[in-house]
T-cell receptor
């Protein structure tokens, strides 16, 4: 089945710097790659996603890139702000038994220091 | 707000006792999911449902059962709780087809098994 590895597990940056989180996946058939942000005490929330027919997608300060050949995708946050501090999860969809199932990475705890 | 309510939000129980967690949605979405979240493992799918009385297993289904007798309710049952089932449990719904669209998560249910 699908396996998703996420790095780093923790990331500390100064306000205004950029942050990059990387994920690799194992199933070449995976075709949907979302990123979720989880704030303390809350459920994860989708912040951006990309499908396999697109190499890059941007939404204001957040961008995601996908390299299908290498089977990795990355989240880029520019001009980080303290409110970006949270745990971020990548995921990849895996077709199993006729249904797509999302497999999540282990998460990255991002701390943005003022 | 996707109209997802989880109950109870916190529960402490003893090994060997049965536990049922409830997920209630107000928007009649077809797909519902139960995930568990543990440090170092991200979110792992326990079971999911694609309609009333239609359920299937996820990655970590051993020791768990589910039921969906109404569109709006998805129940997760631990028949005989063990300490390894201490975790935070998240219910989610998807608005698209199975796992190719955005997942909306509830606030989570923290279960401690002593």
């Amino acid at each position: 089945g699908e396996n998703v590895e996420q790095h780093p597990s923790t990331l500390s940056v100064q306000e205004g710097d950029s942050a990059v989180i990387k994920c690799t996946y194992s199933d070449s058939a995976s075709n949907y790659f979302p990123w979720y942000k989880q704030e303390l005490g809350k459920g994860p929330q989708l912040i951006i996603d990309i499908r396999s027919n697109v190499g890059e997608k941007k939404d204001q300060r957040i961008a995601v890139t996908l390299n299908k050949t290498a089977k990795h995708f990355s989240l880029h946050i520019t001009e980080t702000q303290p409110e970006d501090s949270a745990v971020y999860f990548c995921a990849a969809s895996s077709l199993s038994g006729g249904y797509n199932k999302l497999i999540f990475g282990a998460g990255t705890r991002l701390a943005v220091h003022p | 707000d996707a109209g997802i309510t989880q109950s109870p939000r916190h529960k402490v129980t003893e090994t060997g006792t049965p536990v049922t967690l409830r997920c209630h949605q107000t928007e009649n979405h077809r797909y519902m999911y139960w995930y568990r979240q543990d440090p170092g493992h991200g979110l792992r799918l326990i079971h999911y449902s694609y309609g009333v009385k239609d359920t299937d297993k996820g990655e970590v289904s051993d020791g768990y059962s589910v039921s969906r007798s109404k569109t709006e309710d998805f129940l997760l049952t631990l028949e005989s709780a063990t300490s390894s089932q201490t975790s935070v449990y998240f219910c989610a719904i998807s608005t698209g087809t199975a796992n190719t669209g955005e997942l909306f998560f509830g606030e989570g249910s923290r279960l401690t098994v002593l």
